[in-house]
């Protein structure tokens, strides 16, 4: 498993900067600014590369805590979701509103219900 730093965000922003203009070189840069050579390297060579971890998000963040609302308010009315309609609804949703999945007949697997539970308790 690789060892992830934990560093300012907009460090790197200047680091690359200051590397591109040539006033410091990659090992200065390093030491400056806290960050590896090999993080540093890989941002100038790949500028469009997404900082998160895992795989795209299928919903964004707005529908996903629209969705975690509507689960909520069902479940104090006393209508708890269970995961197949979860699955369900997600499907008519894909269904009407499609995007890039990877989701056979636009239905989510077992394995996104899992995940989704797990994110959602965090």
Do not use: C
């Amino acid at each position: 498993m690789p060892k992830l730093r934990h560093y300012d965000k907009s460090k790197p922003e200047y680091a690359l900067r200051d590397i591109q203009n040539g006033t410091e070189s990659y090992r200065t840069a390093e030491k400056m600014y806290g960050i590896p050579k090999s993080t540093l390297d890989f941002k100038l060579k790949h500028p469009g590369h997404k900082e998160a971890l895992g795989p795209l998000p299928i919903l964004t963040s707005e529908e996903e805590a629209l969705l975690v609302s509507w689960i909520k308010d069902n479940a104090a009315k006393g209508f708890p979701r269970k995961a197949n309609d979860l699955k369900n609804d997600l499907q008519r949703f894909l269904t009407v509103n499609p995007r890039p999945h990877k989701f056979n007949d636009n239905r989510p697997g077992d394995g996104w219900v899992k995940v989704s539970q797990q994110i959602s308790t965090v």
